[in-house]
């Protein structure tokens, strides 16, 4: 009896023959990278969940040059499951160092010491691209500034930087890190006010620059040599004059009485 009933049933078309079992509907995931270029697709079917674990984001942890660092951060969207074609964008985050101020100390008059970061200032820029987009569809970047320079040191001291000659190469490190984040030239001038080369700072070479600045403020026929200029010219005004004979009196009255002068307590220019 049941056979005729589902025989009949068929004959009168109520249930279609091409049908069995609901099937699964597949869709394409495509993910783009910063750029908006495919970089993967996989095909999901409806209801079933996402695994972005297996979407390998490897290729977008690049340095685009060697003060700027860049990473994936999220996908612009989410979604657990699909029912249509869908297609997502990688987002970055990116860390960028400049330099917005020099060091005012660059020449050094003593190998004894560390380096002197004062006037650097060493910015880290954190750039992250957010899901959040404008008018144009340009994705919103969160910006944040930090300046970093306190946190920095000198991978040598003095010693060692001058220990093959009179200029060395300062490398700026993040503490815990080996990776220098700003480099620059430092120049040694151990014999500062030593006019007449005996390995001494006195009265005599207070007496050799006073000779030259009375010939010199008198049109006298006397020239002097670049290195003799470092040597004399105390204060750095770019003049030999008596206020740098007067510096070198100072110098030496401190250290013929027992002391330890430096010519950056003595001269506040050099500081």
Known sequence: MKKKIIA??????MIPLNVSAEEDTS?????????????????VNSGESIDYSQIDVSSLHTYPNLYTEQDFYAWSATP????SDTTVQALYKRAIISTEGFPVKTEYYTTKGDVKFDGLSVIITIEIQTPVTNESGEFHVAVQKADVISNCRS????EELFADGKT?????IPTGDDKPIFTYEIT???NLGDTDDNGLTDAVDATHILQL?????????????ENQKTVCDINRDGLIDAQDATFILMYYAQSSTGGFPSW???VPSLV
């Open 8 to 13: 009949m049933i068929l004959a009168l078309g």
């Open 27 to 43: 869709h394409t995931m495509t993910f783009l990278d910063f750029d908006g270029n495919v970089m993967q697709t996989i095909e």
């Open 80 to 83: 657990d499951t699909i029912d």
């Open 155 to 158: 991978d040598k001291t003095l």
């Open 168 to 172: 060395a190469e300062v490398n700026v």
């Open 188 to 190: 040694l001038v151990d």
């Open 213 to 225: 600045y009375a010939s010199l403020s008198t049109g006298g026929n006397t020239s002097i040599d």
């Open 264 to 266: 950056e307590e003595i």
